[in-house]
T-cell receptor, first 116, second 113 residues
Framework: SAVISQKPSRDICQRGTSLTIQCQVD?????MFWYRQQPGQSLTLIAT?????????ESGFVIDKFPISRPNLTFSTLTVSNMSPEDSSIYLC?????????????FGPGTRLTVT | DQQVKQNSPSLSVQEGRISILNCDYT??????FLWYKKYPAEGPTFLIS?????DKNEDGRFTVFLNKSAKHLSLHIVPSQPGDSAVYFC????????????FGQGTRLTINP
């Protein structure tokens, strides 16, 4: 499986500010995703990070709030913009395993964000 | 619209016994199912998966069963160990689609010595 790292691991931010989260993978992967886990909730997909093109956002998530970059096949960033306390969550990136592993998704360690 | 449901928020099992975690889904387009284990302050760890062309997949102490007609899958852990205490998520996807995962709400498994 791929080794995935995220920076920062946690942060406490003031409302109205923005935070950029980085996701680095140790091998080239085709598909990368960003998920959010709000306190006590399940994981929800924010968007698919597409290499060389705009991300594909899920219903309820918009580019102005969660801009995503993916400049190459091993790196992506998610920005949480104009933060409010409701954005306090764990943000996770994931990648699809490369064959022969199959279609499993592997997750990074997550970024725990607290907005005050 | 909860497409993947785990109806038991928690489960307590004695060490050495079998743990059975259940998951139901509503979307018949799902053709790939996965189980993840999550410890606090860590990302989910992939455990085991199953394709819709199978009804069982086994990996060591972990076995996943899929009943397509009932749209139900289960994860069996035997024997259960204290290190298995974690939150377990089932997830589903469409292989030929966007491959995005839809997660259940999770079940907190506690293994008692």
């Amino acid at each position: 499986s791929a080794v995935i790292s995220q920076k920062p691991s946690r942060d406490i931010c003031q409302r109205g500010t923005s935070l950029t989260i980085q996701c680095q993978v140790d091998s080239q992967v085709t598909m990368m995703f960003w998920y959010r886990q709000q306190p006590g909730q399940s994981l929800t997909l924010i968007a698919t990070a597409n290499q060389g093109s705009e991300a594909t956002y899920e219903s309820g998530f918009v580019i102005d709030k969660f801009p995503i970059s993916r400049p190459n096949l091993t790196f992506s960033t998610l920005t949480v913009s104009n933060m409010s306390p409701e954005d306090s969550s764990i943000y996770l990136c994931s990648v699809v395993g490369v064959a022969p592993v199959g279609y499993e998704q592997y997750f990074g360690p997550g970024t725990r964000l607290t907005v005050t | 619209d909860q497409q993947v449901k785990q109806n038991s928020p928690s489960l307590s099992v004695q060490e050495g016994r079998i743990s059975i975690l259940n998951c139901d889904y509503t979307n018949s387009m799902f053709d790939y199912f996965l189980w993840y284990k999550k410890y606090p302050a860590e990302g989910p760890t992939f455990l085991i998966s199953i394709s819709s062309i199978k009804d069982k997949n086994e990996d060591g102490r972990f076995t996943v069963f899929l009943n397509k007609s009932a749209k139900h899958l289960s994860l069996h852990i035997v024997p259960s160990q204290p290190g298995d205490s974690a939150v377990y998520f089932c997830a589903a996807s469409v292989i030929q689609g966007a491959q995005k995962l839809v997660f259940g709400q999770g079940t907190r498994l506690t293994i008692n010595p």
